[in-house]
């Protein structure tokens, strides 16, 4: 039961509540006016503070029965007439004057004495406007510089204003190279937004849209080690379709890198058409060895790649195809570069150097190598082996193969090795056992200008 404002209670169902709280500025009086509206009448309770802004205990609100009476109760007399011809409560339409303002000038709380609006005023409701409707700027104000409002003024077209009724609303509108240079760049790397993708259809999107565009993955900026840019390349290659013209590459930044896998240390490079590309031979260095095969177009460029635990580039099957230049194959438990399986290879102004092993091992009928201008020097076995019909050619005059601990060119079993040189061309020089050495089936030959063959 409720009381209407004459002191005669009410019936009736209960259609709606509002109840307002807050203090009245400038009065010192902390009040709280409830208001219940039903289905044919109004009831309003005012609750004041023991103590007022004269620290009396007198209610403010009682000391003005003049103007509560002629002003809040005139209002709230007609209040009742309109919710008893309507009969309930009904919602009024939205609009920009906020919901505290809307009450204020149907219920007026009751004022001890008519102040004059001050500057700080207009302040403080438009700060509370801005919080409450979410409203960036909200016309004149005393406090900001003409040149800020003009420039409110002319981009006020676009800004966008929160819609509750909108899902992803500030991820959808925010510009993609917003996303890129502000968000996503400076906070996750593209093994975070590989795993976002499947979480979210915006990131799914912007994967396609904006990642894959970009072609390069960066070690460490995009991917923490040379084996993670592996598996995203993956991923990569799965979504894209590379080509020889148009590879996916990883770039290496300066710096050591170490390989942190099993394998004796290898990271296997399982998909096509894919460079390794590091900033100079003298600046990159990778810490572990490449596995390829069975994969075509694979580059490896400008890097010093050395593997105490195994190979440094272990290249097999007759569909692989790689090419390695200007690279630094050194320090190897075995041998630095190991083709077989019938792979070809294509190495130019690269050197093997310091391995335990051969310099550079080549094995199976079918496998090929090129060698453009390679040094093959202080290797534990040989500097270059050809064996089981494997032929290696031999190509520059900056060729040089030196100061190995066994031969600097063994060809055995049926194996050949053809220097595209004049015969007097030095090649192979100052090794422990021999400079040249062929047997079983195997075969040496520097390969003059007319075509003819000169075998040693």
Known sequence: MLRKTDGTRTGGPRRSRCILSGRRRGSGVRFRRHTRLVGHGVAQRRTADPVGADGNGVDRA??????????????????????????????????????????????????????????????????????????????????????????????????????????????????????????????????????????????????????????????????????????????????????KADPLKIQVDVGVHEVVVGGYGMVDVTCSHITFVGNGNDQTTIRGGFRVNNQQNVKFEELTITNRNGYGLRLRGSETNVDVLKCVVKECGWTGMAVGGGATVTATQCEFMENGGNGVLCDDANTKARLNECQMHHNGFDGLWALNGAVVDL??????????????????????????????????????????????????????????????
Request: charged share 20%.
């Open 62 to 243: 009682q000391q003005q029965p003049q103007h509560a009476a002629g002003v809040g109760g005139a209002r709230e007399e007609d209040e009742v007439a309109k919710v008893g011809r309507r009969g309930v409560c009904a919602a009024e339409p939205h609009t920009a004057q906020s919901d505290d303002d809307v009450r204020e000038s149907r219920f007026p709380a009751p004022h001890p004495a008519k102040r004059q609006k001050t500057d700080a005023d207009t302040t403080t409701r438009f700060q509370y406007n801005c919080v409450r409707h979410r409203q960036w700027w909200v016309g004149k104000m005393v406090n900001i510089d003409a040149d800020t409002i003009v420039y409110l003024k002319r981009v006020g077209s676009y800004a966008i204003h929160y819609n509750a009724n909108v899902t992803n609303q500030f991820i959808r509108d925010i510009p993609e190279m917003l996303w890129w240079q502000k968000i996503l760049q400076p906070f996750l790397n593209l093994e975070d937004l590989s795993i976002l993708r499947c979480t979210n259809t915006f990131f799914q999107s912007y994967w396609e849209s904006v990642v894959l565009i970009q072609n390069v993955i960066r070690v460490p900026q995009g991917c923490p080690t040379v084996e993670k840019a592996m598996a995203l390349a993956v991923v990569f290659s799965g979504k894209k379709e590379y080509t």
């Open 395 to 456: 190509h520059g005059t900056k060729t040089d193969i030196h100061s190995n601990k066994a031969d600097g060119i063994w060809a055995s079993s049926r194996g050949k090795v053809n220097i595209h040189l004049p015969s007097q061309h030095n090649t192979s020089h100052d090794n422990v056992r021999g400079d040249r050495i062929q047997n079983t089936g195997g075969s040496i030959a520097n390969i003059n200008a007319d075509g003819t063959f000169t075998h040693t």
